[in-house]
C-alpha cells in the first residue's frame, strides 16, 4: 500500500496486477451556532455549505416550524413572542440536512 498522506488517493497492485483506488469520503459540513446560549440573536455557521443556497429553517422541542431564514441570511432574531427555551437550526441543501440545537434565554 502506497499513500502519500490523510486524504491521498492511493493504488495497490496485487500479486495478479489489478489495481484498486480508494478516494476520500465526503466531509461532513461542520455546523456551529453560538452564543450558545443567547438571549438576543444566535449566528449560524456552516463550514463547508454555502448558506446562499441552503434553506434554514427553525423549530421548537414539538417540531413546530417557529421560523425560516431568507437565504444568505445566518443570524436568528427571534420575534418578541417567542418563548424561553431549546430550538433546533435545521439547515437543509438539497436532499441533505443538518441539525444543531440552540438554546433561547430571555
Given amino acids: ?6 486524504g491521498d488517493v492511493y493504488k495497490r ?6 489495481e484498486e483506488t480508494a ?8 455546523i456551529s451556532v453560538y452564543p450558545n446560549p443567547f438571549n438576543a440573536s444566535v449566528r449560524i455557521v456552516a463550514d463547508g455549505l454555502d448558506l446562499t443556497v441552503c434553506e434554514i ?7 413546530k416550524l417557529v421560523d425560516n431564514l431568507p437565504r444568505g441570511e445566518n443570524i436568528w432574531k427571534p420575534a418578541g413572542n417567542v ?8 439547515i437543509t441543501n438539497g436532499s441533505a440536512s443538518y441539525t444543531k ?3 433561547f434565554l430571555k
Wanted: net charge neutral; glycine share 8%; hydrophobic share 35%.
Fill in 23 to 30: 478516494t476520500e469520503l465526503p466531509v461532513k459540513p461542520e
Fill in 83 to 90: 418563548p424561553t427555551g431549546t430550538y433546533f437550526v435545521r
Fill in 13 to 18: 497492485q496485487d500479486w495478479y496486477n489489478v
Fill in 1 to 6: 500500500v502506497r499513500s502519500r498522506g490523510l
Fill in 101 to 103: 440545537k440552540a438554546v
Fill in 57 to 63: 429553517e427553525i423549530f421548537d422541542l414539538a417540531g
